[in-house]
C-alpha cells in the first residue's frame, strides 16, 4: 500500500515515485513546529558570495570554490570572506558608498517614538514569556543584502561587491 493506494509490482512504473513528494506530518506534528525548527540558530546577517571557479593569487594561495559569507571590517577598508564561521580571507576595499537619503527618515522623531514603543511592546511579551519558560523573542526586520563576483578581463583582476542595507563597497582581487 503506497499512499493509500493499492500497488502491484511499483517498480515497473517508472512515473510512479515510491516516495513523497513532499515531507509528510508525522505523528501529529506538523513541518516547521519541531524544535529544531523554532529554536535553531538563526541564520547569517552577511550576505553570500558563491565561487564558481577556485581563486588564486600570485603567491600559489587557493580559495576553493563553494559558498562564503562577505563581512565588511568595522572601519570599512577590508572585506573579509568568511567560511564556517573563520576568516578564509581579507579583501581591501578601494570604494565605499553610503546611502543617506533615508537618514532623515529613520531618525525623526516620530519613527523614534514608534521604535520605542515597539520595542517597548517587544519587551512585555518577554517579560510574560519569561515567566512560563519560554525563550525570548527578537522581532528583527529582513536587511537587504548581496554580494557578487565578476571577473574583470581588461585589469585582469576579480571585483567584488557588497552591498547591506545602505551601505555599499567593491574590492578586488587580483588574477
Given at each position: 500500500m503506497l499512499e493509500g493506494v493499492y500497488v502491484d509490482n511499483?517498480?515497473?512504473?517508472?512515473?510512479?515515485?515510491?516516495?513523497?513528494?513532499?515531507?509528510?506530518?508525522?505523528?501529529?506534528?506538523?513541518?516547521?513546529?519541531?524544535?529544531?525548527?523554532?529554536?535553531?540558530?538563526?541564520?547569517s546577517?552577511?550576505?553570500?558570495?558563491?565561487?564558481?571557479?577556485?581563486?588564486?593569487?600570485?603567491?600559489?594561495?587557493?580559495?576553493?570554490?563553494?559558498?562564503?559569507?562577505?563581512?565588511?571590517s568595522d572601519e570599512r577598508d577590508f572585506l573579509i570572506l568568511i567560511q564556517s564561521k573563520q576568516a578564509l580571507a581579507i579583501i581591501p576595499v578601494f570604494k565605499v558608498e553610503v546611502d543617506m537619503s533615508e537618514y532623515a527618515q529613520v531618525h525623526d522623531k516620530k519613527s523614534l517614538k514608534k521604535k520605542k514603543k515597539e520595542e517597548q511592546k517587544i519587551a512585555k511579551t518577554n517579560a510574560k514569556r519569561e515567566k512560563q519558560g519560554l525563550p525570548p523573542i527578537n522581532e528583527e526586520q529582513d536587511i537587504y543584502q548581496e554580494a557578487s563576483i565578476e571577473w574583470i578581463p581588461s585589469g585582469s583582476y576579480y571585483l567584488i561587491r557588497y552591498e547591506r542595507d545602505d551601505v555599499k563597497a567593491w574590492g578586488a582581487i587580483k588574477g
Open positions: 511499483i517498480m515497473m512504473h517508472s512515473e510512479t515515485r515510491v516516495y513523497p513528494t513532499e515531507p509528510q506530518i508525522s505523528a501529529g506534528l506538523v513541518v516547521g513546529t519541531q524544535s529544531f525548527y523554532k529554536y535553531g540558530l538563526r541564520e546577517s552577511y550576505p553570500t558570495l558563491s565561487l564558481v571557479d577556485e581563486l588564486k593569487d600570485a603567491y600559489g594561495n587557493v580559495i576553493p570554490a563553494g559558498h562564503y559569507e562577505l563581512a565588511l
